[in-house]
């Protein structure tokens, strides 16, 4: 795997651990089967995606089925919105 990739889903696994921090039955993992997104929880993953990433989702991918695991984020930020590509690196210094 990539180190941008890498990176990329290191930054989105620390904003799903914050976003489901305290929600009943978490036990801090990102595992696929232990990730506990209701409604709220995937809105508030959202917004915190956009904010730290600087864009905003379409609303075509508002999908509660394109959040279910942390690989599944970073596909979607990578290939639909650029986050993590080499240009994105080079301008920011950062990912």
């Known amino acids: 795997m990539p180190s941008n990739r890498l990176s990329l889903l290191g930054k ?11 929600t009943e039955g978490y036990n801090g993992s990102v595992d696929p089967d232990d990730l506990k997104l209701d ?5 508030q993953l959202i917004v915190r995606l956009e904010s730290e990433f600087d864009f905003l989702f379409e609303d075509d991918d508002l999908m509660l089925d394109k959040f279910k695991t942390a690989e599944l984020i970073v596909t979607l930020l990578e290939e639909k919105y650029g986050v993590g590509s080499d240009s994105l690196v080079m301008e920011t210094g950062e990912l």
Do not use: F, H, N, P
């Open 12 to 22: 989105v696994q620390a904003i799903l651990r914050d976003v489901l921090e305290g």
């Open 39 to 43: 409604s709220m929880k995937t809105i």
